[in-house]
């Protein structure tokens, strides 16, 4: 069973927290706040329903606990809050916070009766069962706090073994970096009673400006140790070469797996329709099932509901598509370009009789392999728990490929009458350690191999070897290139905290800028539906561009560089203003002839071919306008007509032709006209109801306005084209 966790977030709410301090644009709240919606937003984001999330206030104007319910004669837990018991956090309870995580009137509140509250939530919920527990308390020390004389707190915490984090505003940081100077003598105690109780129960306590830095530094997820595979590992052939062949049983767990980015199709944004429902839909998952309806005008980003099954055209259903049950699919593979239909009956020919195991089919040196061949999952080999015997069989195997530096290649089966797998397994020994670590190879069908030609010699049809020709480097350049490569080097462009000089970009420093964007984004829209989305987190961007003062230093080297091959700035690209009609080699006109007359009107059958028939004949501006405009009507009729999204790729076609030819001849301004005049008709719904998915695939297609940045004639700005694609709340 999965790991629970119980966190209970303790947030200072007192007045102070209102102020600003030392130089700040932010109030100590507003700046720190954003450390508890992170996790608050990282424990949604996972939607595990075996976490539990509880949020109390203290130094509130009014008191909400059961402790102050239970000893009405004293007013130790007066002035703390309960915002909501442990219990797995729901959308709607993010709404909630966003008004109860506002400052007091009142200094009052004592901060270790509030962790008191805590461990009393925390030890009624868990009782003795087995969970991770968390107490997570925001302040900044203010206000009068009573003394944990004899250690009760400090007690209670290690015996229910409850981790205590606290969160410091302005805390001065032991290890090196921030102190606080002139430092209020009450703040002084609490800080030093609270560090003490830290010490003493295992704790961990961290300045806020620590934690709010850190924010943008991805984590990384433990792989849970989980049994893939129990069976046998075969060296040799058991049938034919017993006593020279080797059984050894063993045992896989998971060691790395590849962080994938989050699909669009696990999220949806529900807003409220006019009609009062859910645009949404009836969307939930195992951490919203019990979503409350957002308030009108806000947009709650939920976890898609998951569906089993597919859609297919039928013109005459609702919307031109019908469900159809996951019964009644056959399935198909995928060759090449084409969709191969295999059905059940057929299915028995293709699939190999195969058994389950793990038998050594060969083996490479260490210095032939490719590593590149083994990006992939990896797993962790161990002999069966508990067996002397096997372990010192599979010792053996790991010592005998270290001495010999070969690694082993092997076919894989997880179960029975399942597709067989090529994996290489890799010697590994660390502190008394041994094990085996498995990862997936490809098979001839899955590599694509390409040659190109050399950089370094031209070969003539007659196989002679040209020592000069215009494509092959000189000396001069060789040497050059040679010494900007030297003068761009990141090995040791970095610096370590004591000012060495250290590899830039490491490894360890560098974080997937698509898997964790999507999960910022997703984190930051659950908290702030209303917000616009933030920019990307420095440590996403940061090695996307190599550093300037590099650049700096390589400038001259570059120059050379560009000298030495001639380097010359190709020119842009220049539109005529008028297209000028290809010449036929009989000196015919094949269109005059078959055209006659100069065409009036755009037939919808043949509307792309008539328009540029249209724009060829054009003689002024006009007559161009009068084409774009009956195209664009077309364009617009299509959409009307359209069941569904039948259409919409004709549409599109007709939309990409319309934004082409009009950016070849130099009229940007008609063509912007008539794409915000489609916009507003698609996002108003004139265009035969609701036709947001036409709207997504022009996006998707960027068929936008021509800004000044693609021609020189147009008024628009790159700004304004990228507005182009938002859609207002009211749109």
Same mark, same amino acid.
């Given at each position: 069973m999965a790991n629970k966790e119980a966190t209970v977030f303790i947030v200072d709410l007192g007045s102070s927290m209102g102020k600003k301090h030392n130089g700040r644009t932010q109030t100590d709240l507003e700046w720190s706040l954003p450390v508890v919606w992170d996790r608050i937003a990282n424990i949604i984001h996972q939607g595990r329903k075996t976490d539990q999330t509880a949020v109390i206030g203290f130094r509130t104007n009014s008191t909400n606990n059961v402790l102050a319910s239970n000893h009405p004669d004293t007013d130790d837990y007066d002035h703390i809050n309960?915002?909501?018991?442990?219990?797995?956090?729901? @959308?709607?309870?993010?709404?909630?916070?966003?008004? $109860? $995580?506002?400052?007091?009137? #009142? &200094?009052?509140?004592? #901060?270790? =009766?509030? #962790?008191? *509250? !805590?461990?009393?939530?925390?030890?009624?919920?868990?009782?003795?069962?087995?969970?991770?527990?968390?107490?997570?308390?925001?302040?900044?020390?203010? @206000?009068?706090?009573?003394?944990?004389?004899?250690?009760?707190?400090?007690k209670q915490l290690v015996k229910e073994d409850i981790l205590l984090s606290i969160l410091g505003v302005d805390f001065n940081d032991f290890h090196g970096g921030f102190q606080e100077e002139n430092k209020a003598p009450q703040k002084k105690l609490n800080e030093e009673q609270l560090c003490n109780l830290v010490l003493e129960a295992s704790g961990t306590m961290t300045p806020v400006y620590k934690a709010v830095s850190e924010l943008g530094i991805p984590s990384h997820r433990t792989v849970r140790a989980v049994t893939t595979y129990k069976g046998t590992l075969t060296i040799g052939h058991i049938g034919k070469f017993e006593e020279q062949s080797m059984k050894i049983e063993i045992q896989q767990w998971p060691l790395i797996m590849p962080a994938t980015a989050q699909s669009a199709k696990t999220f949806l944004v529900q807003r409220e329709d006019k009609e009062g429902e859910h645009a949404g839909g009836s969307a939930e998952s195992s951490a919203t099932l019990q979503q409350s309806a957002p308030k009108e005008g806000e947009e709650t980003l939920l976890p898609s509901k998951r569906t089993y099954g597919k859609q297919i055209e039928d013109p005459t259903a609702p919307g031109g598509k019908i469900d159809v049950d996951k019964e009644q699919l056959e399935k198909g593979y995928v060759y090449g370009r084409t969709a191969v239909h295999i059905g059940t009956d057929d299915m028995g020919v293709v699939n190999l009789d195969t058994e389950a195991g793990l038998e050594v089919v060969g083996f490479v040196a260490r210095d032939k392999f490719d590593r590149y061949l083994e990006m992939s999952k990896c797993s962790l080999i161990a002999a069966l728990a508990g067996n002397e015997k096997y372990a010192m069989a599979l010792s053996s195997f790991i010592h005998g490929l270290i001495e010999t530096e070969q690694f082993a290649v092997a076919r894989f089966v997880k179960?029975?009458? /399942?597709?067989?797998?090529? *994996?290489? +397994?890799?010697?590994?020994?660390?502190?008394?350690? %041994? !094990?085996?670590? /498995?990862?997936?190879?490809? $098979?001839?069908?899955?590599?694509? =191999?390409?040659?190109?030609?050399?950089?370094?010699? *031209?070969? /003539?049809? @007659?196989?002679?070897?040209?020592?000069?020709?215009?494509?092959?480097?000189?000396?001069? +350049?060789?040497?050059?290139? =040679?010494?900007?490569?030297?003068?761009?080097?990141?090995? =040791?462009?970095?610096?370590?905290? /004591? @000012?060495?000089?250290? %590899?830039?970009?490491?490894? &360890?420093?560098?974080?997937?800028?698509?898997?964790?964007?999507?999960?910022?984004? #997703?984190?930051?829209? !659950?908290?702030?539906?209303?917000?616009p989305i933030p920019e990307p987190y420095e440590v996403l961007t940061k090695y996307s561009k190599p550093p300037s003062a590099l650049l %700096?230093?390589?400038?001259?080297?570059?120059?050379?560089?560009?000298? !030495?091959?001639?380097?010359?700035? *190709?020119?842009?690209?220049?539109?005529?203003?008028?297209? %000028?009609?290809?010449?036929?080699?009989?000196?015919l006109d094949i269109d005059a002839l078959l055209s006659g007359e100069k065409r009036q009107r755009i037939d919808p059958a043949n509307a792309i071919p008539e328009f540029k028939q249209m724009l060829e004949k054009a003689s002024d501006v006009a007559a161009i306008e009068d084409a774009a405009k009956q195209l664009a009507r077309i364009i617009e009729t299509t959409i009307r007509d359209s069941v569904g999204d039948m259409g919409y790729q004709r549409a599109v076609e007709a939309l990409g032709t319309l934004r082409e030819e009009l950016q070849e001849i130099e009229e940007p301004d008609i063509y912007n006209a008539l794409a915000q005049e489609l916009k507003t008709k698609i996002l108003n719904g004139t265009l035969g109801g609701e036709r947001t998915e036409m709207w997504y695939n022009i996006k998707i297609r960027k068929l936008g306005l021509l800004d000044s940045s693609v021609s020189e004639r147009s008024k628009v700005s790159p700004e304004a084209a990228k507005d182009y694609y938002k859609v207002k709340p009211n749109a």
């Open positions: 309960v915002a909501f018991p442990l219990k797995t956090i729901l @959308g709607s309870d993010i709404a909630d916070l966003r008004e $109860f $995580f506002r400052p007091s009137q #009142i &200094e009052a509140g004592d #901060i270790l =009766s509030a #962790i008191v *509250v !805590a461990m009393q939530m925390i030890t009624v919920h868990c009782r003795a069962l087995k969970y991770k527990k968390r107490i997570v308390l925001l302040t900044n020390g203010d @206000g009068a706090m009573e003394p944990d004389t004899g250690n009760d707190i400090q179960k029975d009458n /399942t597709p067989p797998h090529l *994996v290489l +397994l890799t010697p590994f020994t660390e502190d008394g350690y %041994e !094990a085996l670590i /498995t990862s997936e190879l490809p $098979f001839a069908e899955d590599m694509r =191999s390409y040659k190109f030609p050399p950089l370094d010699k *031209v070969v /003539t049809v @007659g196989g002679k070897n040209l020592a000069q020709h215009r494509t092959l480097p000189s000396d001069v +350049l060789m040497k050059s290139m =040679s010494n900007y490569i030297d003068a761009m080097d990141l090995s =040791s462009f970095g610096t370590t905290d /004591t @000012g060495d000089a250290t %590899e830039y970009a490491k490894m &360890e420093d560098i974080y997937n800028p698509v898997v964790n964007r999507i999960t910022q984004v #997703i984190r930051y829209r !659950a908290i702030n539906p209303l917000d %700096e230093s390589a400038e001259s080297a570059l120059n050379a560089v560009k000298k !030495a091959g001639d380097v010359k700035k *190709v020119p842009p690209r220049q539109f005529k203003r008028k297209r %000028e009609p290809e010449k036929p080699l009989s000196g």
